[in-house]
């Protein structure tokens, strides 16, 4: 087994670059911060993800740039280190041909790609607790070097994440599938409302907030994301650009009820496969609704009132409708659990639906 000792150069002090090196700097690993923009690179200093200023041969090079660029760095770092080299792109079939374009040997390369993140960007958005308990896939490819692999295994660990290995091809499928498709269609969505009249957004809901988050997400680098992963994508969207017509052609007819239906049906299908937390299987949770004024300090008092009651709150989310002095929480949980949190709630003056 390879030993994760540093030091760990890190190329790129964004979100995910800066957030490796606070989640090493919890094991004491040393690390040297490498940025263009020295902004960004003395930030992530200051909120202590490693050094800018340390002379080092590493043990490991992560490379966190945008995707674009993947390549020439990883092949740059090859050249003028003896280290392993992964980096945190979401595609990984461009940065391998583009590193083999360059560089003879890509032995020491290693792709892999943190499944973290968020809408945010740069150092300031990082977290040292960003890859806990999250996936974290391992890419090799045919002329890895099996301690290398090894090595990059023991990186996405030491930052708390749980590791799964597959080919740069079925990665680069699985995450258009999961990742690039749906932001595709929350961008779509969410720009059928650019130009929607004020009186129809009032209407709005949980439910077009929910379609929409993802799609707040930097168009330049989606544009890169989206383009290096296009082979991938071109596919996914002919089913979907099928499945539309279908759509419109149930649509059209009078009796469109059971075509409706089964169209509707397959989204539920697909939506009950998505895995629960920690990676575990889906599980049919039960809401259970809370009115919450608008004001500090409901919220704390709602989760330590919900604690008191003994029930484990799978997830939730809070629904703010426009012009309403309130708003809604809704808490997931297990069914064999309802009774006791209504009752504990109900209890200490919470107005609760289930």
């Not at 890190?10 to 919890?26: D, E, N, P, Q």
């Not at 004020?198 to 997400?217: F, P």
Request: net charge negative.
């Amino acid at each position: 087994m390879t030993e994760l000792r540093g030091p760990v150069r890190i190329v790129g002090t964004g979100l995910i670059g800066t957030s490796i090196g606070l989640a090493l700097a919890r094991l004491g690993v040393v690390v040297e911060l490498v940025d263009g923009n020295p902004d960004n690179a003395l930030m992530a200093e200051r909120i202590g993800a490693g050094s800018r200023l340390v002379e080092i041969e590493p043990q490991l090079v992560v490379v966190a740039v945008p995707p674009d660029h993947v390549g020439a760095v990883v092949a740059e770092q090859l050249e003028r280190t003896t280290a392993v080299v992964t980096d945190a792109a979401s595609v990984k079939s461009k940065p391998l041909a583009d590193a083999r374009s360059l560089v003879p040997d890509v032995s020491r390369y290693v792709g892999s790609h943190p499944m973290a993140g968020s809408e945010r960007n740069g150092p300031l958005a990082a977290r040292a607790d960003l890859f806990d308990g999250a996936t974290w896939a391992i890419t090799p490819h045919e002329t890895s070097d099996p301690d290398a692999v090894d090595l990059v295994r023991r990186l996405a660990e030491a930052c708390g994440a749980r590791t799964v290995e597959m080919s740069v091809a079925d990665h680069d499928l699985g995450v258009a599938r999961v990742s690039h498709l749906p932001h595709l269609m929350s961008a779509l969505a969410a720009g059928t409302l650019a130009d929607a009249p004020s009186s129809h957004l009032e209407l709005s809901g949980q439910g077009v907030r929910d379609v929409t988050r993802i799609a707040a997400g930097d168009p330049r680098l989606w544009t890169q994301i989206v383009s290096a992963n296009s082979a991938a994508l071109t596919g996914l969207l002919e089913q979907i650009r099928g499945e539309l017509d279908r759509l419109l052609v149930a649509l059209g007819k009078e009796e469109a009820g059971d075509e409706l239906t089964a169209i509707l049906g397959q989204g539920v299908s697909g939506a009950i496969r998505v895995p629960g937390k920690h990676g575990a299987p889906h599980i049919d949770l039960v809401t259970v609704l809370v009115t919450i004024p608008d004001r500090p300090g409901q919220l704390a008092k709602l989760f330590a009132d919900a604690a008191e009651s003994g029930a484990n709150v799978e997830d939730l989310r809070i629904d703010h409708s426009p012009g309403r002095p309130v708003g809604e929480v809704e808490l997931s949980v297990k069914p064999g659990t309802v009774d006791q949190l209504v009752a504990a709630l109900t209890t200490r003056g919470w107005v609760v639906h289930t």
